[in-house]
């Protein structure tokens, strides 16, 4: 092991990785709530359910009064769920209005405050409070700093916070009409679901909406997102909560987990089905991108080296182009095109429907999130499957054999999209970058050194300095923390898949300080005060 990953390595308490290690096992009991979920993910209803699927939605109310709790494995998954919400929500902290970065850098950060079993931990402050009170800006200042990182990279999905709207939505056009084709009112009840999610989780209502930046967008009081009558008595969602609540009165009491959950659930409803069950149209292109099928989806030599579960067989087959950057082949050329064409035929079906969705996270507002339209299933057991037992291998340190949710999502550059990206950490322990396509120049992915929170606008040393060029169907997988951003992309266009992997496990122990996360930087600020106190004596 070589670089900063055997800093880290040693960086990282013996003792902290030993817990993480016990508690992968399920033997650790001082945190009784981890070892049953560590393994689970938080399952999506929707995406479980077969063909039939649609019958037992249109089934209306039935389905809806059936979503929660989930009858017959509710011990299971509810706790699964519960737990996963929870590090959700807490991890993408309060307040998301604070978190846009003029460093392009996103603004997130995990403080002392917030821990990631505790929903209602108050946060001190966030880093771009601190930002915006120091009003640095991106390569400004009297240090030697390139850039200034505002912290993690939030991702919006796990933050249905009050600005919720201003951070995300990156569809804003309003149309008058919905076209409800022959179920109206089924269609009608699903999409004042999302509606009134959309609308309860700004906190007041639609006149609370602005625009989102770019967007241009516009509503008055009696529009939905989806453009319909929001005069309805009820939606589907509140008849199954029995709250027959209104649509803008009271306050949503829901967390912003749940109202993620609705969010997700309610595209994929729509996006399922146009019609009723018995005239159904699938809007779906490729349905078996849906399912992880490991023969289709990747190249021969990933499969042999994960299955041969050891640091060789995968050594076999990973470079490291820096330390601590690890690349190889991972996506068939056909898994890629299909992938491709699956999110383009969503954004399409997106833009006919005027539906507003949600960025994949606060520094581009070009891309989709995987996982909002039915792939977070797949991408789950990508993760677990594949992903971890990479990452148990190269970072221990945060948990690699402990990943347990993840944020999918497809990121575009080139010309009428994203050209760069600035310097930022990802809201993950693990990043797994995976180039689709297509052809262009430019836009190298550089990377920047790994750092804690404290040493984030450290400078780049010219050791940690990489250029990344991606290759479609190659991966990159990285430490979160590892600092990264996107040259322009000077011709053609570029998209990548992206998940950030998440363990809850290490989480909580960072925030419980049973782990450490310092960095190179820290040791050498250790290493200086020894030498200081040595020559003072
Ligand atoms: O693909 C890239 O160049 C960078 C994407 C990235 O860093 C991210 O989305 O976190
Ligand atoms: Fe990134």
Redesign the pocket.
């Known amino acids: 092991m070589t670089g900063i990953f055997s800093v880290f390595c040693s960086a990282t308490s013996n003792k902290g990785i030993w817990q993480l290690r016990r508690l992968a096992e399920g033997i650790d009991t001082k945190l009784p709530s981890v070892k049953n979920n560590i393994s689970g993910m938080a399952k999506n209803p929707p995406e479980g359910l077969g063909d039939d699927f649609l019958d037992e939605i249109f089934a209306f109310p039935t389905y809806w009064a059936n979503k929660f709790p989930l009858a017959g494995n509710e011990g299971n998954l509810a706790g699964t769920a519960a737990w996963a919400s929870s590090m959700l929500q807490s991890s993408s902290g309060e307040g998301s209005s604070h978190v846009r970065s003029a460093a392009g850098g996103g603004g997130y950060e995990r403080t002392a405050a917030m821990s990631p079993l505790d929903l209602n931990l108050k946060q001190e402050k966030t880093c771009s409070e601190e930002g915006s009170g120091s009003g640095k800006q991106l390569g400004e200042g009297s240090d030697t700093i390139p850039y200034n990182i505002s912290g993690m990279?939030k991702n919006p999905p796990e933050d249905l916070g009050d600005d919720f709207f201003d951070e995300i939505f990156a569809i804003t056009t309003l149309g008058s009409e919905f076209p409800l084709e022959e179920n109206e009112g089924n269609l009608a009840g699903t999409a004042a679901g999302v509606s009134s999610m959309l609308q309860q989780s700004s906190g007041e209502g639609s006149s609370h909406l602005r625009s989102a930046d770019g967007g241009g967008y516009e509503e008055t009081a009696s529009m939905s997102p989806l453009g319909l009558n929001l005069k309805q008595e009820k939606t589907c969602s509140e008849e199954a909560s029995g709250s027959g609540k209104q649509l803008g009165e009271g306050k949503d009491s829901r967390t912003r987990a749940e109202k993620l959950r609705d969010y997700r659930e309610e595209i994929q409803l729509l996006y399922r089905c146009r019609k009723s069950i018995s005239y159904s149209v699938i809007q779906r292109l490729h349905k078996e991108v849906y399912t992880l099928n490991p023969g289709k989806f990747f190249v021969p030599s990933f499969i042999k080296a994960v299955s041969g579960n050891t640091a060789a067989s995968l050594r076999s087959i990973i470079s490291e182009p820096s330390p601590g950057i690890y690349t190889f082949k991972m996506l068939q050329p056909s898994f890629c095109q299909l992938l491709l064409s699956e999110v383009k035929n969503f954004e399409k079906w997106v833009k006919k429907k005027k539906i507003r969705i949600m960025h994949p996270?606060i520094?581009t507002s070009y891309g989709v999130v995987l996982d909002d339209f039915g792939l977070e299933t797949m991408l789950g057991k990508l993760m677990e499957d594949f992903i971890c037992p990479i990452s148990k291998v190269f970072f221990p340190e945060v948990g690699g054999f402990t990943l347990d949710s993840h944020h999918g999502y497809v990121v575009h550059y080139g010309k009428d999209w994203a050209v760069d990206?600035g310097l930022?950490?990802?809201d993950?322990e693990v990043?797994l970058?995976v180039c689709l396509g297509n052809q262009f120049s430019g836009g190298e992915?550089y990377f920047g050194g790994i750092r804690c929170n404290k040493h984030k606008n450290t400078r780049i040393e010219p050791e940690e300095t990489l250029d990344y060029s991606h290759v479609p169907g190659k991966a990159v997988l990285h430490h979160?923390r590892h600092r990264?951003?996107?040259n322009a992309t000077t011709s053609g266009h570029r998209i990548n898949l992206?998940l950030?992997c998440r363990s809850s496990v290490f989480r909580e122990m960072e925030y419980q300080k049973k782990i450490s996360s310092c960095c190179g930087w820290c040791q050498r600020e250790k290493k200086e005060r020894q030498r200081q106190s040595v020559s003072a004596t």
């Open positions: 990279a996270n520094m990206e930022h950490m990802d993950s990043t970058n992915q979160g990264n951003g996107a992206l950030w």
